[in-house]
């Protein structure tokens, strides 16, 4: 349907948005304050640790909002928007996936709106502002530059290079700072403050340099005043849905903004909301990051699997991952177990999500649901890919049942414990990890930290999303395993350090052959696929 219909479904007037189309809008963020408290239940689907295989979190996303508007609830879902680096390289899109989609699907994989766009161009333009102040005269004697480049596709050759002011390197739009910010942010006034708190780098005599020194701010401001505005698309079946901001969350927090969130939490009376990879990445980072800015915790937690998942956490080769085995989806079990126990540990509700995919044997799934009973664990079969909203109902059901138990939230760690303290807590609590070893160099950066006072803010670690350790080949629950971290980088923007494990790249590389390679358009560029 028209975009228009589908904000007067929301009971957004004109005045409080502009059109991108006939397909897609954005919504004024300003009118957040403005519209009545409501008593909204927050849904926040997660996963197991992913696979090659794909999980799904976002078509089961999907499907359950439509499962939500079927059973006549006043649903909003709340997404991420896609990065172009996954679009082009191995992962693809973000949009869910059959007739559990988002549309127009093309347009919100590519450039959508514009958001990330404005993203990189701010955040390098503040690149060329320091260089620029260097370059004439370096007046706050800039001795060392940590603020990195960015761009929104997957280049590795970018990772170091040499501008004829120094060195530098690149980072993808989604792992940027400013691409934090604008998820975090609440406000104009907030994001001029966050984007002033910016650390930039430290002078010859050590101390640090931040983006407010540069007097830039309102120029990096002026770039991203629309994209600070939450964009209004659908799903198939008509279901509201705002996408804005995508933060990856193995290297940031993983979570679409605050804003979009809260105004979703006006609208709806269901948000559904997604994080991305794990329990222990964006699950995490959206409980322990974005919940204090959000002030609310989820109702609901819905931990998505799939047999095949479960099969190659317990190993098996992909030539066999379609192939009947029971004793192999047994094995991945603890894998799922783990994630289920994280999400305990904040003590909500939740229910797990089979995401059944063509290939699953009857046997496999019987073995499943017995397995999640006999342990008095939560299981609904999801298929809303092949069914839509109807595929996800009895999902829909079970969540609005656990939504009305009310639970008191469990904090992870306190944010004036110290560096170390909060890290191992993640890292043991959360990763299973026995033992948390700090590099020379970062035990220097926490010393220097404390000194500038930055050590009362959260943890945001990067690690691989493939394992629940550091190492992306320790697959199923890893034991008695050690979690190196190499470096830290202060996210003052954003309001948290981000603890770097060892090897985690910050700029990905395309595949042998990425998406890009097999994309079509036609001469009239009418049609266009991106797969």
């Known amino acids: 349907m028209n975009i228009k219909q589908i904000l007067k479904k929301m009971n957004i007037k004109p005045a409080s948005y502009f059109l991108y189309g006939n397909d897609k809008a954005k919504i004024k963020y300003n009118i957040i304050d403005k519209l009545p408290a409501k008593d909204s ?69 590519l450039h959508f709106t514009g958001d990330l766009h404005a993203i990189s161009a701010a955040h390098n333009t503040l690149s060329a502002l320091i260089d620029n102040h260097i370059y004439f005269g370096n007046k706050l004697g800039i001795g060392e530059v940590v603020f990195p480049r960015t761009l929104d596709i997957n280049d590795r050759d970018l990772r170091k290079i040499e501008t004829a002011t120094r060195e530098d390197s690149f980072i993808i739009t989604a792992a940027s700072e400013i691409m934090a910010i604008m998820a975090l942010t609440t406000s104009i006034k907030d994001l001029k403050a966050r984007l002033g708190r910016i650390l930039i780098g430290y002078t010859f005599k050590n ?45 940031a927090h993983g979570c679409n903004s605050v804003l979009a969130t809260k105004l979703a939490l006006k609208i709806g009376d269901y948000v559904v909301t997604e994080a991305g990879f794990g329990s222990d990445l964006g699950a995490e980072k959206f409980l322990d990051l974005k919940c204090p800015i959000l002030k609310q915790t989820p109702s609901c937690v819905v931990i998505v699997v799939t047999i095949k998942a479960l099969k190659s956490h317990a190993g ?185 494990t060892k090897g985690i790249m910050t700029m990905p590389g395309l595949n042998e052959t990425p998406l890009a390679l097999s994309m079509k358009i036609s001469n009239d560029g009418k049609k266009v696929s991106l797969k």
């Open 41 to 109: 239940k927050l849904i926040l689907v997660t996963a197991i640790t992913p696979t090659p295989y794909g999980e799904g979190k976002t078509t089961v996303s999907i499907g359950l909002a439509d499962a939500l508007n079927l059973l006549d609830k006043n649903v909003v879902l709340a997404l991420r928007e896609p990065s172009m680096g996954p679009v082009f390289g191995l992962k693809g899109g973000a949009v869910g996936g059959g007739l559990s989609s988002l549309i127009p699907a093309n347009d919100i994989n």
């Open 207 to 251: 101390k640090p340099v931040y983006a407010a020194d540069l007097k830039c701010i309102d120029a990096l401001t002026i770039i991203l005043k629309d994209a600070i505005n939450p964009n209004v698309v659908q799903t198939l079946e008509g279901t509201p849905c705002l996408v804005h901001m995508g933060p990856f969350a193995n290297v």
């Open 316 to 500: 098996e080769a992909s030539s066999l991952i379609n192939t009947s085995n029971v004793s192999s989806v047994q094995k991945g079990l603890d894998n799922l177990t783990k994630h289920i126990e994280n999400i305990i540990r904040y003590n909500l509700n939740y229910v797990i999500a089979l995401n059944r995919f063509s290939s699953d044997s009857p046997s496999e799934i019987d073995f499943l649901i017995k397995w999640a009973k006999d342990n008095n664990h939560n299981l609904e079969v999801s298929e809303g890919f092949v069914k839509g909203g109807e595929g996800c109902v009895s999902l829909a059901s079970k969540v609005l049942l656990l939504c009305e138990t009310k639970k008191e939230f469990n904090k992870l760690y306190n944010y004036d414990d110290s560096i170390e303290n909060k890290i191992n807590i993640i890292a043991k609590t959360i990763y299973g990890a026995s033992k948390v070893k700090f590099s020379k160099k970062a035990l220097s950066q926490i010393e220097l930290y404390n000194k500038y006072g930055y050590s009362s803010l959260p943890i945001c670690i990067a690690k691989t999303p493939l394992s629940l350790s550091g190492d992306a080949h320790l697959l199923n629950r890893p034991s008695d395993f050690e979690l190196v971290i190499s470096e830290l980088k202060p996210s003052l923007g954003a309001g948290f350090i981000v603890a770097l």
